[in-house]
């Protein structure tokens, strides 16, 4: 199995009730879309539970990405 590759950082931007709560230059790792999950974690290895329990009011790709 291909190892996934680490990429440079794109920068990250989370806002909440319209005040920007978190910005950072991320690295990632490439991916298909049917690989991308928002709200969930399928994966695990993380601190974090497996499902976000919250509500996601919208999920916005950046201009020009």
């Known amino acids: 199995m291909d190892q996934p590759s680490l990429s440079r950082g794109r920068k990250v ?4 009730d319209g ?3 978190l910005t950072a ?7 298909l879309p049917r690989e991308l999950y928002l709200g ?11 499902r976000f ?3 996601l009011l ?8």
């Open 19 to 21: 005040r920007t709560v």
């Open 58 to 65: 919208l999920i916005q790709r950046a201009a020009g990405r």
């Open 13 to 16: 931007v989370v806002t909440m």
């Open 25 to 31: 230059d991320q690295p990632y790792y490439l991916s």
């Open 53 to 55: 329990t919250g509500r």
């Open 40 to 50: 969930e974690n399928p994966i695990g290895g993380s601190t974090c539970g497996e």
